[in-house]
């Protein structure tokens, strides 16, 4: 496929005019060469940002309208347009992302099922969480007939993450939900992997125009510069922002759209520590399976994921360590793995450095020395005391590391579970009777993770009905949203009531029918049945 | 009964220690003869913010985890509570709001009513959003099981309303769906009702007492300042905020909750206008219903409801002229009334001459010099045109004042319409024809608020199940939010999913058995059945 480097709005290539006071074009590196990847892509300016949104706005007049059918065919014909890229499409991400094959090739599985599940979502239509209350004429005063759904919130900004080419980019999880509640989407790509993009962005508007939907609906914009996102966050006409990246990237975000003149949502997912902690029966049974369990976890990807376990606690002692040099032996054994682009493997590089400079000590002989752009696992170890007064060793260190913290018994892992800030996920290993024995272990996690894992790892999210990626700050900036997973429709969604409106000019969903047989709440019961 | 005019902290009194720079202590004032009620009240400062603060903490440990059982016995012990204070009850609000008896008694209805509809909504269960998407060990890699529901935030900050003394304030509908959340609540009284405040607040205690909730779960601080209401908001256990008020003051919180390392949702229902568009067969047909009907809409408790319809909006000539009439002479015969506190009062007349003076001409005689703090209901009108080039006539006159707005035709009222910010409410009187051809008009209102009413009148909200109190900004802070109905309850909790779990160590809405059979979301499904 012939890249343009162009910036897509509402379908139409645009060039971009650039932020002020960066260059105009950038091009993708190739992270295992250095190499730069064809063609340049033209920085979007302020003038890009405008046209697109209003091209959304304009787009939302008729898409906020589409039924639920419409929108579940764009969604089945974004999946077939992403599964017709190909190999290509493949190959443009590792040459742009030095992923492994099989992981893209899982990773699209996932993008194109995400978009699958929305539109099976939509069809099923229950998601509007549709309530009716009757009216009661004879009451004193007379009791109106109200009726309530969720409807679209308007046009939403979305950012590509860098760690996930597919299923948190252009078509990712952000762009389904959105698209699926009835929001059109300008997303800002992200510039490690423009190409990718591109081809995410075309596809999605072949889908656009392929089952009739405004062009509006889907604009791409490109560039490494932070203006521009910015002023899409600014911009007035957007009603909502999705992000998944780092937490200075994220707050930015945040406090720029809480600043506006008319505040707007931001889910902004910022990665955690995913502390996982390792209770006695666990380190005593220990060994292998979990050894390489963690190990593997931490090295996933080369560590790029925001729920690699940054953190794994235990009591001290012979256990612990034993595990702690079993752990150690794989990550040597792992080797050095090439991270997503340069700038991310230099701030690994700088944070493992940090932590040792706080007074975490590495485990196991010194890394060699490796090409540039690649990481080598490191483990880093302490004690619980030390770890309580060093906030430093509390921060994300995105990569493959992880470091031990060795408490003095169960209740100073208590104590350091107190201390954490909101994470992701938080894993405990045990057996059953200790998990029983350590209810408040538990109690605190769940007010601190919005996931809780027992005798697993945190990497691997899976999309479904029940997950929940999302938890208290800095995890992310809103905990009662998931970016994962079905329930994260309603984060571009708010709720309207009609009140004494004439059946015909309700909408469906609401109507005394129910056609559709969607689940609704009718003077407090659940019913499929009309009204 | 005696009141102490102290704060109550975790149920003790406390002695205000008194923001810096502020006296130490203030009393009610009746506000029809605008005297001095007993006792003095002291000012709280930030030592009982902290100690309200840390108490709710500590008491969330145990009631974060308290049954629905256990919180609806305790909802119910409020309301009876609420109920025993009897006529005292009323007496003191009567004094210091000087709202009317039987508004009073209806408002008391509709506080002790909302209260048992948490209980009930607790009992029945399905409240939690639980879902279940369960295991499966074949898959590569082999699928967790996954269990996801709503649990509470932990502590949260209320802040009373002037307006509603019962239904809005201390034991009003924040406090009834936070306490219904498993969250505790430290609440900021209005300082124009210390009294009545004071009251609720011992029921509140006597009720926790009663039914063993642990003292924290409830404190009450008073004060006119703003430092401790801003300390509350911003103190870092805090984890939500519930307001209804000024936009100023909403604003305000909303800016210290989003400048706080860890932000917090902030729920600020800041009023509106609350636009009533009249379409040609309505004006038409007109006459003595509909303008009696807009007339006690407007004048309804003075006018100080964050419902009240604030922009009456026509199509110009002699119809609209003809019922512009009749409103004002039926205002004029209403007569001024008693405003909730002299500053409001000082307001509204400064609202009404402020509107004058940015063109709005008044319609019907000019109201006679009235008494200190009574206000004189007022009509005024103006064209669309001028309207649309106003932004200071778009603001909310809190009182008993209406715009009547003149277009040209109504694409100028869509044009109005579109131009207009985010309300609580939208009301079209019209016919069902007139209705079905402006659909474009209905579009447009469901972008601007959260409810929309069709030849009825905005003041009167529904305490249901399908209530939406609270639309975009400014009318509220989180269109994705209501503060009146049972849907309230969702602001105060967050979801966790649990992987891998066993069952017992599961919270019971979760469980495989399902005992008390609330709707689950499994695999895709609604069902009641166990899993």
């Known amino acids: 496929m012939d890249l343009s480097g162009e910036n897509l709005v509402a379908g139409a290539p645009a060039r971009g005019t650039g932020p002020q006071g960066t260059g105009p074009t950038f091009r993708a590196l190739d992270p295992s060469t250095g190499l730069a990847l064809e063609p340049a892509y033209r920085e979007a300016g302020a003038a890009e940002v405008d046209a697109a949104v209003v091209a959304a706005e304009d787009a939302f007049r008729s898409y906020g309208g589409s039924t639920p059918g419409e929108r579940a065919r764009f969604l089945r014909a974004i999946a077939d347009e992403l599964l017709a890229l190909g190999d290509a499409w493949i190959e443009r991400a590792r040459a742009e992302t030095a992923l492994p094959l099989a992981r893209l090739q899982g990773e699209r599985g996932r993008t194109v099922g995400q978009l699958r599940l929305f539109a099976d979502l939509l069809e099923e239509g229950s998601w509007v969480e549709a309530r009716i209350d009757t009216a009661d004429p004879g009451r004193i005063p007379a009791k109106p007939d109200i009726r309530r759904m969720l409807v679209p919130l308007g046009p939403v900004a979305v950012f590509g993450a860098s760690n996930f080419p597919f299923a948190f980019s252009v078509a990712g999880g952000d762009t389904a939900s959105a698209l699926a509640a009835g929001c059109p989407v300008v997303c800002k790509a992200h510039p490690a992997?423009?190409?990718?993009?591109?081809?995410?962005?075309?596809?999605?508007?072949?889908?656009?125009?392929?089952?009739?939907?405004?062009?509006?609906?889907?604009?791409?914009?490109?560039?490494?510069?932070?203006?521009?996102?910015?002023?899409?966050?600014?911009?007035?006409?957007?009603?909502?922002?999705?992000?998944?990246?780092?937490?200075?990237?994220?707050?930015?975000?945040?406090?720029?759209?809480?600043?506006?003149?008319?505040?707007?949502?931001?889910?902004?997912?910022?990665?955690?520590?995913?502390?996982?902690?390792?209770?006695?029966?666990?380190?005593?049974?220990?060994?292998?399976?979990?050894?390489?369990?963690?190990?593997?976890?931490?090295?996933?990807?080369?560590?790029?994921?925001?729920?690699?376990?940054?953190?794994?606690?235990?009591?001290?002692g012979e256990a612990l360590e034993r595990l702690t040099g079993e752990i150690a032996r794989r990550l040597q054994a792992a080797g050095p793995g090439v991270m997503l682009y340069g700038r991310l493997c230099q701030s690994y590089a700088e944070g493992v450095e940090r932590a040792r400079a706080k007074g975490a000590r590495a485990v196991g002989e010194a890394a060699a020395e490796t090409a540039p752009g690649r990481a080598s696992p490191a483990l880093l170890a302490t004690d619980a005391a030390h770890f309580l007064e060093e906030p430093e060793l509390w921060q994300e260190l995105f990569g493959p590391a992880s470091l031990v913290v060795a408490a003095r018994d169960v209740a100073e892992l208590e104590r350091v579970a107190e201390a954490l800030e909101g994470q992701?996920?938080?894993?405990?290993?045990?057996?059953?009777?200790?998990?029983?024995?350590?209810?408040?272990?538990?109690?605190?996690?769940?007010?601190?993770?919005?996931?809780?894992?027992?005798?697993?790892?945190?990497?691997?999210?899976?999309?479904?009905?029940?997950?929940?990626?999302?938890?208290?700050?800095?995890?992310?900036?809103?905990?009662?949203?998931?970016?994962?997973?079905?329930?994260?429709?309603?984060?571009?969604?708010?709720?309207?009531?009609?009140?004494?409106?004439?059946?015909?000019?309700?909408?469906?969903?609401?109507?005394?029918?129910?056609?559709?047989?969607?689940?609704r709440l009718v003077n407090g019961a659940y019913t499929r049945e009309g009204v």
């Open 193 to 316: 992997h423009p190409g990718t993009s591109e081809m995410a962005a075309r596809a999605i508007g072949r889908a656009a125009r392929a089952t009739g939907m405004p062009a509006g609906v889907f604009s791409l914009l490109h560039g490494w510069a932070h203006e521009p996102g910015l002023a899409l966050v600014r911009h007035p006409l957007v009603c909502a922002v999705g992000f998944t990246g780092s937490l200075r990237g994220g707050r930015a975000l945040f406090d720029a759209a809480m600043a506006r003149p008319q505040p707007i949502p931001v889910y902004a997912e910022m990665g955690s520590i995913n502390p996982v902690f390792l209770l006695p029966s666990a380190l005593e049974a220990g060994g292998e399976a979990l050894a390489q369990g963690l190990a593997a976890s931490i090295t996933l990807g080369v560590g790029q994921f925001c729920t690699n376990p940054g953190v794994l606690l235990g009591v001290g």
């Open 424 to 519: 992701l996920t938080a894993t405990i290993h045990g057996s059953e009777p200790e998990l029983r024995q350590h209810a408040r272990l538990v109690e605190i996690l769940q007010r601190k993770a919005g996931r809780l894992i027992f005798n697993g790892f945190p990497t691997g999210v899976e999309v479904g009905h029940a997950m929940q990626h999302g938890g208290p700050y800095p995890a992310s900036t809103d905990s009662r949203s998931t970016s994962v997973g079905t329930a994260a429709i309603s984060r571009f969604a708010r709720p309207v009531c009609f009140q004494d409106f004439p059946d015909g000019a309700l909408p469906p969903e609401l109507r005394r029918a129910n056609e559709r047989a969607i689940l």
